[in-house]
């Protein structure tokens, strides 16, 4: 029971100091005026690898450095969707309250993406139905989503690479 208790408060852990760095990093963000630049978002992307990285080799070492990869995966998943509620909790302040242009800004960009991807108008009309309806929810949703799914993913491939199993048992 102590070895389960013991990966919640890391991967825990590990996902408040992922969602405080991805603030941090959006501030920067913000304060430069590249909130929406699409090459500058992929550094998200390297930040949530690295947080799951760090998060399992900790949990590996609490473990006296042996993780499976099952569990290597649940640190990593855990890591990512805490990560993704924190995150998302300041992008609803930040839209909300700090700056309303913000979600304008948003369906702007989200319906440039679509036209840039190639969809036709009726399929960009139905992708921005609740962007438009929900602004400030449809961002906290997709940021929710698709860092946790993002993390999860990621997660299959570093724990690959991280876990291993106990040499003692044949």
Known sequence: MEETVSIWKNSLI???ILGLVLIVFAIMMYVSNTFFNQNVQTIYYVIIVTSIVIGTIKQKKLEDGIISYGKALGVGTVVSAVG?????MFILVLFK????????RSIYETEKMYIELGKSEKEIEVYMMMPKTFPILSNVFRYIVDFSFTGFLLSLVTSIFLKNKNKNIA
């Open 14 to 16: 590990h996902g408040a």
């Open 97 to 104: 309250y700090i700056d309303s242009s913000l979600i304008e």
């Open 84 to 88: 993704a509620v924190i995150f998302s």
